[in-house]
């Protein structure tokens, strides 16, 4: 079992390592590519929105057709293929057999590298989309047994220590890496890691454990989609009690009836042309209160899902605009030149502060009554945060602007700007304090309010969320561009960063930030709040089911 295990985290590696190469991109595409500020962030807003977009059709697919192993097998090998197709992509890689130039110009991208490119990014993202489903899940195959074991000391040691290098290996190399200039070998040593980590999850396959997959509760909401639709035309009756739901009630999870979504109702009309027994044979067009309760629920919290999208717009610019200037910027301290993940850094180290203040914050409200408040709470106070980030950056990039023209520097995209980098640093902790408390707040909100019927897709449609908000992010830059060159004005998004005006875009962020909290403060008044379930989550232990999930379970927890 841990020989298992042991093998699994190696798979790390390929997230760790296509993490970073996405942290680089944007410095790629501009510096290589020479393509614009606008399109390169693009392309990286784009692929993250679909890592964490694409989850929640991937667990629907592990649940119903395939198992975690499969997933994980594919998604390693997708990982592999993608990476090596990244490093391919390079001018000097293929320089002989595309019949381009080797060097790092654009004019040396042909449109065999652009084709490896664009199909290595997808493949990357489907890769690591699908190790974020299955790697829990299929570890934890893999510990069923583990209480009834009696583990060895040499397997314990023999864990510990692949653990412990699987995890220091690539913080070592990642610290090296930026010291490392050739594009080939950034991208080629990234795959190399990848491939051995496939390779080391694949010689274990014969030990590993299996389950079949055990269905979807997510196929309830589909029913009684389909259940309501296909009696679209029938009247429903005024009497709730004449709606179907099951006669053992005492020993099934039941949720009462309520009046709001009375289309979705008729779900549960019983036909009286045949009989009760002959329609509970047909699950697609009869369906319990409870079901139909569960998807009403679901869809209540859309509204409130809505004002989440924002944040994911102001997070997404992290990862690209933030990096973009930082590159460009003075990195010496001293006579010590330092590297551009130092700001990565103290980003991360920000978010776990914020996120550790905020679950203090959480724990003060005890037992009581309002503690199902606090995920509002902490998500209206991200959105301060997350305004003081955008008026932060707003500032410092008029700074820098000044210090360009004061320089002449203004045609030349490529010259180092005197000032010092960590004039981004402000930003970068108050994005990270966002992100932080954000994030905890919005999987908080989840946690209380998701129907317990899909609590399984929690974690998937709260990053669906977030990826929505990175990919508004790639529409909101083309529309404010357009927005900007109104009565001949110039854009504000140029094909460098020296000519555009990221000051004003940041101070639209600000504004939208702003709206969008006052929104978020409306429907939060309007939206009924379930009671927390928070304060039990650390008593809580979720057992695996042996058998496949049958949409009339007498349980409502489906882990």
Request: glycine fraction near 6%.
């Amino acid at each position: 079992m841990l020989s298992s295990i042991g093998r699994i985290t190696f798979l790390f590696w390929a997230d760790i390592f296509a993490a970073y190469a996405m942290w680089v991109m944007m410095t790629y595409l501009t510096n290589v590519w020479k393509i614009s500020l606008v399109r390169a962030a693009a392309i990286v807003n784009f692929f993250w929105g679909t890592v964490l977009m694409l989850p929640s059709a991937i667990q629907y697919l592990v649940d119903t057709i395939i198992s975690n192993y499969w997933m994980l097998l594919v998604s390693s090998l997708a990982y592999s293929a993608g990476m090596g197709f990244l490093t391919m992509s390079t001018p000097p890689v293929l320089a002989g057999a595309m019949g381009t130039c080797s060097e790092y110009k654009p004019e040396c991208i042909g449109e065999g590298q652009k084709i490896l490119f664009y199909t290595a990014l997808g493949l990357i993202a489907f890769g690591m989309s699908g190790h974020l489903v299955s790697i829990g899940g299929f570890t934890a195959d893999q510990m069923t047994d583990s209480r009834a074991e009696q583990v060895s000391m040499r397997s314990a040691k023999l864990f510990f220590f692949s653990f412990f290098g699987v995890v220091l290996v690539p913080i070592i190399a990642l610290t090296a890496f930026p010291y490392i200039k050739p594009w080939k070998i950034r991208f080629g040593i990234p795959a190399i890691f990848t491939v051995v980590a496939t390779l080391v999850f694949l010689s274990g396959s014969c030990s590993h454990r299996r389950r079949k997959p055990l269905g979807s509760p997510l196929t309830t909401v589909f029913r009684v989609f389909v259940a309501s639709a296909l009696k679209l035309f029938y009247r429903i009756s005024r009497n709730a009690s004449e709606l179907y739901e099951r006669d053992n009630v005492d020993e099934i999870y039941v949720v009462q009836h309520t009046r709001s979504l009375r289309c979705l109702d008729k779900a549960a009309i019983i036909l009286p042309d045949k009989t009760l027994e002959q329609q509970e044979g047909n699950r697609w067009r009869l369906c319990r209160v409870t079901e139909i309760e569960e998807t009403k629920g679901l869809l209540r919290m859309i509204p409130i899902c809505l004002t989440f999208i924002i944040p994911g717009v102001v997070s997404s610019i992290g990862f690209t605009y933030f990096l973009e200037q930082a590159d460009h910027l003075n990195r010496k301290v001293g006579k010590l030149s330092v590297p551009l993940p130092i700001l990565l850094l103290f980003y991360d180290i920000a978010r776990t502060q914020f996120t550790n203040l905020y679950a203090k914050l959480l724990n003060s409200f005890g037992e009581s009554q309002s503690k199902k408040y606090a995920p509002a709470i902490g998500f209206a106070t991200s959105m301060v945060l997350a305004i003081l980030c955008c008026i932060t950056a707003a500032k410092v990039e008029t700074r820098r602007l000044d210090v360009i023209r004061s320089h002449g520097l203004i045609d030349k995209p490529d010259d180092k700007i005197p000032m010092s980098m960590f004039w981004l640093l402000p930003q970068f902790l108050l994005l990270g304090g966002f992100d932080g408390v954000c994030e905890v707040s919005i999987a908080c909100f989840f946690i209380d309010q998701f129907p317990p019927l899909l609590f399984k897709y929690v974690a998937h449609i709260f990053s669906c969320t977030l990826g929505l908000g990175t990919m508004g992010g790639v529409l909101s830059v083309y529309l404010v561009g357009i927005i900007s060159e109104r009565k001949g004005k110039q854009n504000w998004f140029q094909d460098t960063l020296n000519k555009s005006r990221l000051d004003n875009y940041y101070w639209v962020l600000a504004a939208l930030t702003a709206a969008n909290l006052v929104l978020f403060i409306v429907v939060a008044i309007l939206y009924a709040f379930r009671d927390s379930r928070l304060e039990n989550l650390e008593e809580t232990e979720f057992e695996e089911t042996d058998g496949p999930f049958e949409d009339d379970a007498e349980c409502c927890c489906f882990c």
